[in-house]
């Protein structure tokens, strides 16, 4: 029922970023700094560096929850796979109808894989800000 809502999130979030503007194809170095924007973000938020980890967050996103300390308490209460994961392996991102989306898989602990699905924005001054994210039970399994 959470992941179906959180994935609703991220469609709906998705929907309103492409009505807004669609997004030119990122190019391979844009590829890498997305990834390492959402690897900082998690590093940020895994060390319980909120400041960090939302200043990473698109202005909409950071508009929402209005300051770190709502942002933090969101992420421990609706995101505890994307701190506990013992394991994560980013895979191929992709633009779904004008919207830039990069997967991460999570492995956690206990051996149960799921995916974080990011989305992502290329912001005025050129740089890269999350706009969402959504964790998704998957159909690998860990060894």
Known sequence: MIAALRIGFLAAAFAFSHAVHAQPAPTQADWTE??????AQREALVSGDGESAFSFAAPSIRSHFGDV????RMVRQSYGALLDARYVEFLE????????????RLVLPDGTVMVAIYGVQRQPDGGWRITACAIAPSTVRSA
Do not use: N, Y
């Open 34 to 39: 997305i990834k390492r924007v959402i690897a």
């Open 69 to 72: 300390s709502t942002f933090m």
């Open 93 to 104: 991102g992709a633009v779904i109808a004008g919207d830039i989306v990069q997967p991460l």
